[in-house]
């Protein structure tokens, strides 16, 4: 589930963008794997939520970490204005 919710929010994060790039969406849609079970991992870890019982509350920490991994990515490919 963390991964097809990162997978989602890695699509939704291309719609957002402006730009017409295919290796942008690429880029987005892997983040947002990456970033989903990333999160789901830190969050089981940390004691947030408990793997043998499903709920959505659990995807929270998923969906935080392709969240975060897709804005870092976007706002350090932003072209610096000196």
Same mark, same amino acid.
């Given at each position: 589930m963390? $991964? $097809?919710l990162g997978a989602a929010i890695g699509v939704i994060a291309t719609l957002l963008t402006k730009k017409r790039d295919s290796g942008l969406y690429a880029a987005l849609i892997s983040l947002g794997i *990456? =970033? =989903?079970l990333f999160g789901g991992i830190v969050g089981s !870890?940390? =004691?947030l939520i408990d793997m043998a019982? !499903?709920?959505w509350l659990s995807l929270a920490p998923a969906a935080a970490g392709s969240v975060l991994? *897709?804005?870092t990515y976007l706002v350090a490919r932003r072209p610096?204005?000196?």
């Open positions: 963390w $991964l $097809l *990456i =970033g =989903g !870890f940390a =004691g019982d !499903f709920t991994s *897709i804005v610096r204005r000196y």
